[in-house]
T-cell receptor
């Protein structure tokens, strides 16, 4: 089955700086890569996603890049703000509605924004 | 539009008991997936339901089961609870099977003692 590795497990950045979280996946058939943000006591919130036919996608301060050849994708957050502090998860899927194995998640990155 | 709702939010059960968790998807969404979240294993896929049929299943024992009703609401059941079943159980809904975006509910925190 699919395996998703996520790094780093903890990332501390100064407010206003950029943050980058990286993930690699193992199954070349994966074609959908969402990113979720989870705050304490809440469920994961979809913040951005990318499909395998696209190399980059932006939404205001958030961007995701995908390198299919290397099988890795990254989340970039610019001009970080205190409210960006949370746990971020990457995921991969090989098929429709989540696929045969559903979404396969990375272990998460605890992003800490230092004031 | 209301988000995914899950009930109950918190639950304490004893080993050997069974438990049923409920999920109401976003209005108009017809696919419901369930995930288990633990500190050690992270987020793991349990199963997915669409049109009242289980379409996909993760690598969990048969003690974990689910169903979906005609109004797309879903329930999951865990029988013969074990201490290791203590986790946050998350439900996610999608518009259709084949549409990838999944939106999660707040989860049900299950504690098995």
């Amino acid at each position: 089955g699919e395996n998703v590795e996520q790094h780093p497990s903890t990332l501390s950045v100064q407010e206003g700086d950029s943050a980058v979280i990286k993930c690699t996946y193992s199954d070349s058939a994966s074609n959908y890569f969402p990113w979720y943000k989870q705050e304490l006591g809440k469920g994961p919130q979809l913040i951005i996603d990318i499909r395998s036919n696209v190399g980059e996608k932006k939404d205001q301060r958030i961007a995701v890049t995908l390198n299919k050849t290397a099988k890795h994708f990254s989340l970039h957050i610019t001009e970080t703000q205190p409210e960006d502090s949370a746990v971020y998860f990457c995921a991969a899927s090989t098929g429709s509605g989540g696929g045969a194995d559903g979404l396969t998640f990375g272990k998460g990155t605890h992003l800490i924004i230092q004031p | 539009k209301a988000g995914v709702t899950q009930t109950p939010r918190y639950l304490i059960k004893t080993r050997g008991q069974q438990v049923t968790l409920s999920c109401s998807p976003i209005s108009g969404h017809r696919s419901v997936s369930w995930y288990q979240q633990t500190p050690g294993q992270g987020l793991q896929f349990l199963f997915e339901y669409f049109s009242e049929t289980q379409r996909n299943k993760g690598n969990f024992p048969g003690r974990f089961s689910g169903r979906q009703f005609s109004n797309s609401r879903s329930e999951m059941n865990v029988s013969t609870l074990e201490l290791g079943d203590s986790a946050l159980y998350l439900c996610a809904s999608s518009l259709l099977q084949g549409i990838y975006e999944q939106y999660f509910g707040p989860g049900t925190r299950l504690t098995v003692t």
